[in-house]
């Protein structure tokens, strides 16, 4: 590596570490590769030229598994499918936000959460996954795992250390555990997934092979600004990259981050199957990191507004909201251990049935009626 391409991986200045937020425009893009461009290009090109057969063959056999890299050896580009820098210069931004070994990005947030089950589980062994968990995720759980031989047990997402202790119980009777999935906070309840508990629960877990099986948290509500699962002992975290992170509506993707040990399998099978992002979506996603704290800042500021407002409001029977929990209160204490703001997904209970909420619905103005996560009309 060139002294000039170490300048834009670089972490700090003097003893300052730089922020994610500050890095988001440079980072891991070295401009003079690409006539002087201070963002990356969108590089559409299928397959890269090598400079010569020997090249070809070295750069193949790293990429495909076949063996290590050489300690002074830099991997070089080959075909879109398996590396592009657009993908490149995304995963080094994006693993800064959790100090990750390595990040993974998908087409979906969905392609990210099947590749770590069909990365790490074998057929018979069991997943662990905290309930409610998102739709799409229930439904490959549900729907496609039974057909590989792969046994499913939920837990409800609170903060009850029983419900877990239950789970692993069951699974345990079943077959070797061969993952642990959560979602915190869960969607709608916003119920939390005390992530450390998980953690040492797995210590103790064992899959066909007689290891520990990974713990895959899916962060997409509060990450990556505000809650970071790798430090408080989750191996995989997961993301759909189409909600805070993409946060304009304009895209769909999805990420994994963590140690080079649970996501190597990942990108090895992404290579396989060719579920990456395509180059002017991974533009897309960096043109969007670079706004990611301040958004999520200020949705955190709104948010709690109108949560504020709903909580007081005579048609509301509830507000789920994880500002409104009671200090002193076992789900406070986890938020406390795991979380850094509330974040702005809420949901709330109208009041009587649904025809009550429908009309709510209904009367809206300014919110579209839409799934996901940012939805406005002009
Ligand atoms: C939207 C969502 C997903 C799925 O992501 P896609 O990008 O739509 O594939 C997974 N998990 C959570 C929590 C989500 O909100």
């Known amino acids: 590596m060139s002294d000039k391409t170490k300048n834009f991986r670089r972490r700090t200045i003097g003893n300052h570490v730089l922020k994610p937020e500050t890095q988001m425009m440079g980072y891991g893009f070295d401009p003079s590769l690409s006539e002087g461009s201070l963002k990356p290009p969108v590089f559409l090109t299928s397959t890269f030229v090598f400079e010569s057969a020997e090249h070809g063959r070295d750069f193949f ?10 300690p002074d050896e830099v991997s070089g580009l080959i075909y879109s499918r398996f590396n592009n820098p657009d993908m490149e210069v995304l ?37 662990i996954y905290s309930q409610p968990i998102y739709g799409g995720t229930e439904t490959l759980l549900l729907n496609l795992l039974p057909k590989w031989g792969i046994k499913t047990v939920g837990f409800i997402a609170n903060d009850s250390h029983k419900a877990v202790d239950d789970a692993f119980a069951k699974a345990q009777k079943l077959g070797p555990i061969g993952m642990v999935l959560a979602e915190t906070p869960a969607n709608p309840t916003n119920g939390l997934v005390d992530i450390h508990y998980l953690a040492e629960k797995v210590k103790d877990a064992r899959n066909t ?59 090895a099978l992404r290579g396989a199957i060719g579920n990456q ?6 533009w897309m996603v960096l043109r969007s990191l670079e706004t990611l704290k301040i958004r999520m800042e200020k949705a955190t500021e709104n948010a709690r507004i109108v949560a504020e407002y709903l909580d007081g409001h005579e048609k509301v029977e509830k507000v789920h909201y994880l500002g409104f929990l009671k200090p002193g209160s076992p789900a406070h204490a986890v938020y406390e251990k795991q979380c850094l703001a509330p974040g702005s997904t809420f949901a709330f209970d109208v009041k009587g049935g649904e025809a009550e909420a429908f009309r709510f619905l209904n009367a809206l103005t300014v919110l579209k009626l839409a799934v996901s996560l940012v939805a406005q009309k002009p």
């Not at 007689?210 to 997409?220: C, F, H, V």
């Not at 509060?222 to 990259?241: E, F, N, R, T």
Request: hydrophobic share 45%; aromatic share 8%.
């Open 91 to 127: 995963e080094d931004r994006l693993s800064l936000w959790e100090d990750a070994e390595m990040a993974i990005v998908y087409s979906s947030g969905m392609a990210a959460i099947y590749s770590a089950i069909m990365a790490h589980l074998q057929p018979g062994e069991v997943l």
């Open 61 to 70: 056999d790293v990429v495909s598994g076949r063996r290590e890299a050489r």
């Open 277 to 282: 992002i395509d180059p002017h979506t991974c």
């Open 209 to 267: 092979a007689g290891e520990r099986p990974p713990l895959a948290l899916d962060n997409t509500f509060l990450g990556p600004v505000w809650q970071k699962p790798l430090l408080h002992g989750a191996d995989i975290v997961l993301y759909s990259m189409t909600k805070y992170i993409g946060g304009h509506s304009d895209l769909v993707a999805g990420a994994a981050m963590g140690s080079s040990r649970w996501l190597k399998p990942m990108k």
